[in-house]
């Protein structure tokens, strides 16, 4: 498998991020195991996580996700092979969030600890927090990274006002520096990241991960019609996405899925990969099959033809 680099760090990772959002929320540690070894198999070794995920859950209090990949990460004995992202600064309880000095100070040996690991390779700021002067937050991970608890640092859900505010101040004060952004990406959402992020993040080779790949499963063309949504816990989020715009990105994702012989979810995934200054879209899977596919969306090439049938179909200007 192919590794890129991520920005101008020194991690190489997979073409292809396994998101983990799904672990301890719509799957549970069982399969989660399976759905992990089947994508490692594969050579694959990057995976996205978060300290609150999932406090959204009745009875989880945040830090599931971390867990079960912890447990793994134990089980397997192979953590050196791997690129574990988690972030900070989602509010996991009252009190308890932000991006103070602090405040990472303890909510990164919480997310050691979960991890049963003694170093993130990547870990991101999940939300901008105005309150907090972006120089004690670059200073905290500059400790971090001292101390070898974290190998590289990333932004999350930032503007590109304040994406190019921390990379002056890193600059200015020889701090370390954002080495990625996270921000949602996919063919039907463009427009935010491409008018603005995207130049910035190609003139300053920030690698780019981008979550909901799949448009929360939208792009999988599983949802087609009101009576699709009770198809997944998500159906409900595909109102959004089911209007004239969004019909023809699932056709053009037809045609071509044809022409290759591929699913829909590989070539909306292979779209991704393919796009100049991205480095690694994240995906989520909750069933064998599914991993499956997207492990064959790294293997999907698409040509000239196939960019410009999709470019087309979901222009936003």
């Known amino acids: 498998m192919d590794k890129r680099r991520l920005g101008r760090s020194d991690l190489m990772v997979s073409p292809l991020c396994l998101g983990g959002n799904v672990f301890g929320w719509t799957v549970d540690e069982t399969t989660s195991f399976k759905l992990l070894d089947t994508y490692a198999e594969e050579g694959l070794n990057f995976i996205d996580t978060a300290d609150v995920y999932s406090t959204w859950v009745p009875g989880n209090t945040g830090g599931e996700s971390e867990t079960i990949i912890g447990n793994w990460m134990k089980a397997r004995g192979n953590r050196a092979k791997l690129i574990i992202a988690t972030k900070v600064g989602s509010e996991m309880a009252p009190g308890k969030k932000g991006l103070s000095r602090a405040y990472i100070r303890s909510a990164v040996e919480a997310s050691l600890q979960r991890l049963q690991t003694d170093y993130i390779d990547l870990y991101q700021s999940h939300r901008d927090d105005l309150e907090t002067p972006q120089q004690e937050t670059l200073e905290a991970y500059q400790e971090l990274i ?19 505010e921390a990379l002056r101040v890193s600059a200015e004060l020889g701090l370390p520096r954002y080495e990625s952004l996270q921000p949602e990406y996919n063919l039907y959402k463009r427009a935010e990241y491409e008018n603005e992020l995207e130049p910035l993040c190609r003139k300053e080779e920030i690698g780019v991960i981008p979550y909901y790949g799949l448009a929360s499963g939208f792009l999988t063309g599983k949802y087609r019609s009101e009576a699709d949504f009770g198809k997944s816990p998500r159906g409900g989020r595909m109102s959004a996405y089911l209007n004239e715009r969004g019909m023809h990105i699932l056709a053009a994702l037809d045609d071509v899925a044809a022409r290759k012989n591929a699913s829909l979810a590989q070539v909306a995934l292979a779209w991704l990969m393919a796009r100049p200054g991205l480095t690694a879209p994240i995906a989520s899977a909750t069933s064998l099959e599914q991993m499956k596919d997207l492990v064959a969306s790294t293997q999907l090439r698409l040509d000239a033809a196939d960019i410009e049938q999709l470019d087309q179909a979901s222009a936003w200007k």
Request: net charge positive; charged share 30%.
């Open 146 to 164: 001292r101390e070898g608890k974290v190998r590289a640092v990333g932004a999350s859900n930032f503007t590109a006002a304040r994406l190019r």
